[in-house]
């Protein structure tokens, strides 16, 4: 249960007698929000929240909830959310477009994005397409149907059509009509690569995304031009992609299983995700390889459980849950004219190294794992 509900719950209005007072009050067909306030003496905003059950939200005092709710009670006072709408021509509802919905990236990014509507009272709408053409297609259609204000696309190419404000999580196609929420991609391979290189590692394998992915091609990039700066070669031998387009591990581990079966030499992978990461994992486990004695890990995103993994893993963090809550607050921005956002603009965030237990020096005798002839 969401604290705003926990707080209702508790503060239950008891049954009271109309006084003097409230005698004119309780003679009206409906009570409006402004008749309310005024009775209270509060601001009609404090009033808002506390009906709607954002008062937790915004840290409005519990006498103040519970005076709030015992005057509803008493007048019979409802939220009119059609007259409101009506009047302020919105529906204060939102539609959020995502890949999927799983344990990692996606619900870390919903989790901000419902921190910062929950705060404002707003409803959203949750659309999983699975990069499904059809779905891509027809999903914004949908959300607009139902009179949504706005629309935040996570990972997600939407047209420059859509009649209402766009704001995208790591879209990378610049929508001239949106605005982005990006990472800092060369800064994150930058982190990665020298912390490997510092280690002493110099053949480095790369799990590149899926080619549906917005970051793909962006992040490979970075990497590519990193790489050059370091002197760190980038063997084809040693890069594979993703090819599933299931979430978890699974795809990590049919990638480094196809890693393995080139027999190249590495001491270490940079994989595409931590999810990734936890299949590389798996897959050289079961190779007879230990990470990080025969071989390095880095993972990215930095999502909930790479901490606990085994060994836990360092990573490229990647502030996810920030970069839900700045696309929703930008999208509120935009739906309420704020002239300082400007569509097509892009709002970089920035990433931070994680270092685990997953990372480790290259060994100055390499063992027989590492022989050049071997499967690392």
């Known amino acids: 249960m969401s604290k705003s509900k926990t707080a209702r719950a508790k503060l239950k209005p008891a049954k009271l007698k109309p006084t003097v007072q409230e005698q004119p009050l309780l003679h009206r067909k409906a009570v409006a929000l402004k008749d309310l306030s005024e009775y209270l003496g509060l601001s009609q905003s404090t009033v808002s929240r506390v009906i709607n059950g954002a008062a937790a939200s915004h840290r409005i005092a519990e006498l103040t909830q519970r005076r709030v709710l015992e005057a509803a009670e008493l007048f019979g006072y409802k939220a009119n959310i059609i007259a409101r709408s009506l009047r302020q021509k919105r529906t204060f509802t939102i539609g959020v477009l995502v890949p999927e919905i799983s344990e990692g990236y996606s619900t870390a990014v919903l989790g901000g994005i419902e921190d910062a509507l929950m705060k404002e009272g707003l409803f959203y709408f949750v659309a999983s397409h699975r990069h499904h053409a059809e779905l891509l297609d027809a999903y914004p259609r949908l959300l607009i149907s139902r009179a949504v204000d706005g629309i935040i696309a996570v990972d997600t190419n939407v047209s420059e059509h859509i009649p209402v404000p766009v704001v995208a999580v790591s879209g990378h196609w610049h929508n001239r009509h949106a605005i982005s ?49 370091l002197g760190i070669p980038l063997h084809p031998e040693l890069t594979v992609q993703l090819r599933s387009p299931e979430p978890g591990p699974e795809p990590g581990h049919l990638a480094t299983q196809e890693l393995l079966s080139r027999k190249s030499h590495f001491s270490a992978i940079f994989s595409f995700n931590d999810a990734t990461a936890i299949g590389a994992i798996t897959a050289l486990r079961e190779a007879g390889l230990q990470v990080p004695r025969d071989v390095s890990i880095i993972g990215f995103d930095d999502v909930i459980y790479a901490a606990i993994s085994h060994p836990p893993l360092t990573t490229v963090r990647q502030p996810l849950r920030e970069m839900g809550r700045m696309a929703a607050t930008t999208l509120l921005g935009l739906i309420q004219g704020d002239r300082s956002l400007k569509p097509g603009s ?15 020096r290259y060994p100055q005798h390499p063992d027989p794992a590492h022989k050049k002839d071997g499967p690392v």
């Open 181 to 229: 929420v990006e990472l800092d991609h060369r800064e994150a391979a930058h982190q990665a690569l020298a912390h490997l290189q510092k280690l002493g590692h110099q053949r480095i394998a790369f799990i590149k995304g899926q080619a549906f992915s917005s970051d793909t091609s962006r992040r490979w990039k970075a990497i590519r031009e990193v790489a050059g700066k």
């Open 346 to 360: 892009v709002i970089t965030v920035y990433p931070e190294l994680i270092v685990r237990r997953s990372t480790t």
